[in-house]
């Protein structure tokens, strides 16, 4: 790999801690010049790190007294030079906007122009009628977003993408509100609200007349590299799911707060399908989780346990409508284990956060034992991050499918962790994971198509490999050293393999270390949002 200097090409807001990595064996220093050559900052990067996730020997320095707004990059003797950085009160905006038109780039069911989706523009895809995989209705499943590289939609994740930008938005408003979508925008509700609800009204269509939810509306099998318009097969409503059912409760019971003020009608009938949802719910079991049905080979989106679903739902419905009922179902669960996690497998830090921020009655003990244990996570993250070479919060076993989803919410549970205790090595840590998506990482990418001077450029998504030009604004998974697609075991067997820092392939076969999805863009704009606010 060419490069030897790491920093977050997207920049730093002035206040931020700014930290650089450094790929050599001893202790160097190093100059902050600007974009004409004149040095404004020099520095001794002697903090040596031995990197066992990326099989090297790392110095980091810290330029953090720089905070004059300006176009910068780092030089040291022998290293070359950093790829050029921005520090600013915008220099995030770039990003930010991209990673937001990702989700109207990524709609379903509805005509892109080329006036607003450019090279991406297409007819409407998928309008063809839903049928339940039992053969028991049929109906229409429209809109909604294509969840990643695929034209699949799938409750659950859709979900937490929801969840998690809903989230974005309550803590930085100036910057979701900030948000213009390609497509101008006519209702009563702004861009950035207005396309939540273009996901949050396709999930409404997926709820059976007794609450349950289909676990995902796809094709029988994953299509070729074509167009959206062009996949014309029969649309699949997989069974019904515990998981897709306590999620969509839990959001739309959130989304209660974000939409009554503007659209009193709408957050009714939020509050009366989430109702619904959670009655289905207390009926419903199945053991082992979600599986594909005979037949079906599109993502599966399994999960064993749903009983962290289940704490986020009760948290989220006692935190909008008060319900004693909603009350007592979180705590009788809470009491026995507190949950973590920010993904779509573990969920619990969804459901601590709507426990901890309700301004209704709850049990002060657990209240405070949550938060103790959201510390707790928070402290081994940090340790973590403070060990490794590019302040990640990811071990040398954690590189797995969409390890940059984990980034993103290990920042996020530091954020968490800050907001608690006011302790800034938290948000430091925090706002380190956001730095590594956007460059400051082994591989010297940023993670963001479009985004930064060096950026993914083949990720594992239909209209990007169709057009020949990846869409812009997108995560890519991250390195994952499973070696679990063709074409990364073309090049590389168990022994020849990279350290697992380095093990992605930028190639949009790629799909275990390269694709896309709409809840890793939703993680990484909630993490974005939150050491920004």
Same mark, same amino acid.
């Given at each position: 790999?060419?490069?030897?200097?790491?920093?977050?090409?997207?920049?730093?807001?002035?206040?931020?801690?700014?930290?650089?990595?450094?790929?050599?064996?001893?202790?160097?220093?190093?100059?902050?010049?600007?974009?004409?050559?004149?040095?404004?900052?020099?520095?001794?990067?002697?903090?040596?790190?031995?990197?066992?996730?990326?099989?090297?020997?790392?110095?980091?320095?810290?330029?953090?007294?720089?905070?004059?707004?300006?176009?910068?990059?780092?030089?040291?003797?022998?290293?070359?030079?950093?790829?050029?950085?921005?520090?600013?009160?915008?220099?995030?905006?770039?990003?930010?906007?991209?990673?937001?038109?990702?989700?109207?780039?990524?709609?379903?069911?509805?005509?892109?122009?080329?006036?607003?989706?450019?090279?991406?523009?297409?007819?409407?895809?998928?309008?063809?009628?839903?049928?339940?995989?039992?053969?028991?209705?049929?109906?229409?499943?429209?809109?909604?977003?294509?969840?990643?590289?695929?034209?699949?939609?799938?409750?659950?994740?859709?979900?937490?993408?929801?969840?998690?930008?809903?989230?974005?938005?309550?803590?930085?408003?100036?910057?979701?509100?900030?948000?213009?979508?390609?497509?101008?925008?006519?209702?009563?509700?702004?861009?950035?609200?207005?396309?939540?609800?273009?996901?949050?009204?396709?999930?409404?269509?997926?709820?059976?007349?007794?609450?349950?939810?289909?676990?995902?509306?796809?094709?029988?099998?994953?299509?070729?590299?074509?167009?959206?318009?062009?996949?014309?097969?029969?649309?699949?409503?997989?069974?019904?799911?515990?998981?897709?059912?306590?999620?969509?409760?839990?959001?739309?019971?959130?989304?209660?707060?974000?939409?009554?003020?503007?659209?009193?009608?709408?957050?009714?009938?939020?509050?009366?399908?989430?109702?619904?949802?959670?009655?289905?719910?207390?009926?419903?079991?199945?053991?082992?989780?979600?599986?594909?049905?005979?037949?079906?080979?599109?993502?599966?989106?399994?999960?064993?346990?749903?009983?962290?679903?289940?704490?986020?739902?009760?948290?989220?419905?006692?935190?909008?409508?008060?319900?004693?009922?909603?009350?007592?179902?979180?705590?009788?669960?809470?009491?026995?284990?507190?949950?973590?996690?920010?993904?779509?497998?573990?969920?619990?830090?969804?459901?601590?956060?709507?426990?901890?921020?309700?301004?209704?009655?709850?049990?002060? %003990?657990? /209240? =405070?034992?949550?938060?103790? #244990?959201?510390?707790?996570? +928070?402290?081994?993250? &940090? *340790?973590?991050?403070? !060990?490794?070479?590019?302040?990640?919060?990811? %071990?040398? /076993? =954690?590189?797995?499918?969409? #390890?940059?989803?984990?980034? +993103?919410?290990?920042? &996020? *549970?530091?954020?968490? !962790?800050?907001?608690?205790?006011?302790?800034?090595?938290?948000?430091?840590?925090?706002?380190?994971?956001?730095?590594?998506?956007?460059?400051?990482?082994?591989?010297?990418?940023?993670?963001?198509?479009?985004?930064?001077?060096?950026?993914?450029?083949?990720?594992?998504?239909?209209?990007?490999?169709?057009?020949?030009?990846?869409?812009?604004?997108?995560?890519?998974?991250?390195?994952?050293?499973?070696?679990?697609?063709?074409?990364?075991?073309?090049?590389?067997?168990?022994?020849?393999?990279?350290?697992?820092?380095?093990?992605?392939?930028?190639?949009?076969?790629?799909?275990?270390?390269?694709?896309?999805?709409?809840?890793?863009?939703?993680?990484?704009?909630?993490?974005?949002?939150?050491?920004?606010?």
């Amino acid at each position: 790999m060419y490069k030897n200097i790491f920093v977050s090409q997207c920049g730093y807001l002035p206040g931020m801690q700014k930290q650089v990595t450094f790929r050599t064996d001893k202790p160097v220093n190093f100059a902050v010049l600007k974009s004409n050559g004149a040095c404004v900052y020099t520095g001794r990067a002697d903090k040596k790190i031995k990197n066992a996730a990326a099989g090297e020997t790392d110095f980091v320095g810290d330029f953090s007294a720089l905070t004059k707004t300006g176009c910068y990059y780092i030089t040291a003797e022998g290293l070359g030079e950093s790829d050029t950085f921005t520090i600013g009160r915008n220099a995030f905006s770039d990003v930010f906007q991209k990673s937001m038109a990702f989700f109207y780039l990524q709609r379903c069911g509805h005509e892109l122009p080329e006036a607003s989706a450019g090279l991406y523009a297409h007819p409407a895809c998928h309008t063809q009628t839903g049928y339940a995989y039992d053969k028991t209705e049929s109906r229409d499943v429209t809109g909604g977003w294509h969840d990643a590289g695929d034209y699949g939609r799938y409750v659950g994740p859709g979900a937490m993408a929801v969840a998690q930008l809903l989230y974005a938005l309550e803590r930085n408003k100036a910057l979701c509100n900030s948000y213009q979508s390609p497509e101008p925008q006519t209702s009563v509700l702004n861009d950035y609200l207005e396309e939540l609800k273009y996901e949050l009204d396709w999930m409404m269509k997926m709820q059976r007349e007794d609450g349950a939810l289909y676990h995902k509306a796809t094709c029988a099998g994953f299509c070729s590299f074509i167009m959206p318009e062009d996949e014309k097969g029969k649309m699949i409503l997989s069974p019904v799911s515990v998981t897709a059912t306590a999620d969509f409760a839990a959001v739309c019971a959130m989304a209660v707060r974000f939409y009554k003020k503007y659209d009193k009608a709408y957050a009714k009938k939020l509050e009366q399908v989430s109702k619904k949802a959670y009655t289905a719910l207390k009926d419903m079991t199945l053991p082992g989780g979600f599986k594909n049905p005979k037949g079906i080979t599109t993502g599966e989106y399994g999960d064993p346990c749903d009983t962290d679903e289940r704490y986020w739902a009760a948290a989220e419905l006692y935190r909008t409508f008060g319900n004693e009922e909603y009350r007592y179902d979180f705590e009788k669960l809470a009491r026995k284990k507190i949950y973590h996690g920010y993904g779509w497998v573990e969920m619990g830090s969804y459901g601590n956060l709507a426990y901890l921020g309700t301004g209704r009655p709850v049990d002060e %003990t657990l /209240k =405070q034992a949550i938060s103790d #244990s959201m510390i707790a996570t +928070a402290d081994k993250l &940090l *340790q973590t991050s403070e !060990a490794d070479g590019y302040g990640t919060a990811l %071990t040398k /076993k =954690q590189y797995d499918w969409g #390890s940059n989803l984990t980034v +993103a919410n290990n920042g &996020l *549970q530091l954020y968490d !962790a800050w907001k608690l205790t006011g302790e800034q090595k938290y948000l430091d840590a925090a706002a380190a994971q956001l730095h590594y998506l956007l460059g400051r990482n082994a591989m010297g990418l940023c993670y963001v198509t479009g985004c930064g001077t060096d950026a993914i450029k083949h990720p594992h998504h239909r209209p990007s490999g169709f057009k020949g030009k990846a869409m812009p604004g997108m995560l890519s998974g991250g390195p994952c050293d499973w070696l679990a697609d063709e074409t990364i075991r073309s090049l590389f067997t168990k022994e020849t393999a990279p350290a697992p820092a380095k093990c992605l392939i930028d190639m949009t076969g790629s799909y275990s270390t390269n694709e896309v999805t709409i809840y890793w863009n939703s993680a990484l704009i909630q993490l974005l949002a939150s050491v920004t606010e």
